[in-house]
């Protein structure tokens, strides 16, 4: 939680500061209300002098408007540091999410990436607005109401010296056995996140395979899992509060005993012993609020843990140092192969068996190279390695004559294009999504490239043309028309290399010959008109 305050917090600083200030004024108020309550019992009450009761009356209605106006400038303080670091952590989160390589975003888990970005940011966020409001009021208000009233009585002061250890050890036993079950939640959560997405990206497959029931009965049982654990925690802290406001209750009834006592022989009066129960529930009260406040800042502290694990990710994968490569020339190209593997291995983390192992290839310039294979085989994998999206443990990947680990990735990824086996779009427009590789790209290159992949024609069928409307995933397209225009996708900002990885498994026969004839008119025409020639490689 501390390195989060130090990363996020240093622009909300003057808030942070702020607002336990105004909280401060607040207590200050709160601790002088009951020596103002045991005047106007002593002066007023006692002594049946109205104007007394209605002077503190006046004086207690004002302190509770000031008091109530610096409440409310902390409570802004409050928000505005709460949902400004919440903000700032998503981005940066979401951010350096988008930095990390395959192999990063293997090891996470989208689902566990999802609930940290929304769950786990919302308990720091949480923490964080407690923090401001209430870190400084409960423990500075314990301590004031306790050193107030042993300055009342000494005598009386002994019951706080007993009931306040007591309460500690209550909260201690509480905490000690809580704390575990926190970090449970939160992997659970995890769990929970990751059989919703199974379940609703694959609704489909789920009731083609009447799989409903089996879905559900999976969802129940990780839902009851996680509840049992919450109920767990909740039944162990639960026992704070009954036990501590029993505690707080039988110090009140000793005050009382004792301080009535003491009235009656006149050591005491009755304004003060009234002023010393009001310091006496102030004080524990306080310390149910810290223990309270504890709990959600044991939560924080978990999720805290889990955001820094992504944020102190360092990405495998990065350009940093790398210059531009200088692409061939038309004129000079036959000694630059397009594609060079030598001796290229890649293993799904250490000790594993290699998926690509000691592969070694070449393609020339405008050529095609087919990878034909299994399922499971590492077809997916070796293609992946041109584009960078992963780093060959043994040997090298060469494009364009440079190893790829000395490319800069924009430039790398731009020169090679790559449509993946799961044709993905996101929501917005046809032309959003056609135009992610060159934002700049005319409506002429954009339908130069539907031409390319086959769709132009349910394109121009649309009324909107290149702003019909994508749904979430493209579910309102075929998965033939998905693919088609992934593959319009990479063909849009004129790459060097297309890698298709099994992208055209939705198309007919038809289609796909269409598909492959345009790719290969579109290499030989940039070589005619003095460019470089499309090299493809097509995973089947």
């Known amino acids: ?57 006046m004086v207690l209605a004002a302190m509770a408007v000031i008091g109530i106006s610096f409440t409310l400038v902390c409570q802004k303080m409050a928000a505005l540091t709460s949902q400004g670091m919440g903000t700032d952590i998503r981005g940066a989160l979401y951010q350096h999410i988008n930095k990390l390589s395959y192999a990063e975003l293997d090891r996470f888990g989208t689902p566990s990436l999802i609930t940290r970005i929304t769950n786990d940011v919302n308990q720091v966020q ?39 250890p007591a309460i500690g050890l209550v909260f201690w036993f509480v905490m000690a056995r809580c704390i575990p079950y926190y970090k449970q939640l939160q992997a659970k959560l995890d769990r929970i996140a990751l059989i919703c997405r199974e379940g609703l990206s694959g609704a489909r497959v789920v009731r083609a395979f009447v799989r409903e029931d089996h879905e559900r009965e999976r969802f129940a049982q990780a839902a009851d899992d996680q509840a049992n654990t919450a109920i767990a925690v909740g039944k162990l802290s639960s026992i704070l509060n009954p036990v501590t406001f029993l505690v707080m209750n039988l110090g009140v009834c000793a005050i009382l005993w004792v301080g009535g006592i003491q009235v009656n022989v006149g050591e005491l009066t009755q304004g003060q012993v009234m002023a010393f129960v009001n310091y006496m529930t102030q004080t524990l009260t306080s310390i149910v609020y810290v223990a309270n406040l504890v709990v959600v800042f044991t939560k924080a502290s978990a999720s805290a843990s889990r955001l820094n694990e992504v944020l102190n990710c360092v990405p495998s994968i990065t350009d940093e140092g790398n210059q531009p490569v200088a692409l061939p020339k038309p004129g000079n190209v036959a000694p630059v192969p397009a594609l060079s593997l030598s001796h290229a291995s890649f293993s799904f983390g250490a000790g594993a068996a290699n998926a690509v192992n000691d592969v070694t290839l070449e393609l020339p310039l405008g050529k095609t190279l087919g990878i034909i294979g299994g399922t499971g085989s590492g077809k997916s994998t070796l293609v992946s390695l041109i584009p960078r999206l992963y780093d060959a443990g043994t040997g090298s990947v060469s494009v364009m004559g440079a190893d790829v680990r000395t490319w800069l990735l924009d430039q790398l990824r731009h020169v090679v294009a790559t449509v993946p086996q799961r044709a993905s779009l996101v929501s917005g427009t046809i032309r959003s999504n056609l135009t992610w590789r060159d934002e700049a790209a005319t409506d002429e290159e954009l339908w130069a490239a539907l031409d390319m992949a086959q769709a132009s024609e349910f394109v121009r069928n649309k009324p909107q043309g290149l702003d019909a409307p994508v749904e979430a995933g493209g579910k309102n397209f075929s998965g033939g028309q998905r693919q088609r225009l992934t593959i319009a996708r990479a063909l849009v900002g004129s790459p060097q290399v297309l890698i298709m990885d099994d992208s055209a498994s939705a198309l007919d026969f038809k289609t796909d010959a269409a598909l492959r004839h345009a790719i290969r008119e579109r290499s030989v025409r940039g070589a005619a008109e003095g460019g470089l020639p499309l090299t493809t490689v097509i995973v089947s």
Not at 31 to 39: E, S
Not at 129 to 144: C, E, K
């Open 126 to 164: 949480l923490a964080v607005a407690l923090g401001v409001r209430m870190l400084i009021r409960w423990p500075f208000l314990a301590v004031g109401s306790m050193c107030a009233a042993l300055a009342i009585d000494l005598k009386l002061g002994m019951i706080f010296l007993i009931c306040t």
């Open 1 to 57: 939680m501390i390195e989060l305050l130090r990363r996020f917090g240093g622009k909300f600083r003057r808030y942070m500061v702020i607002g336990p200030a105004c909280k401060l004024i607040e207590v200050i108020f709160d601790l002088l209300t009951p020596l103002v309550i045991a005047q106007m019992i002593d002066k007023g009450i006692g002594a049946h002098d109205v104007n007394a009761v209605i002077h503190y009356g």
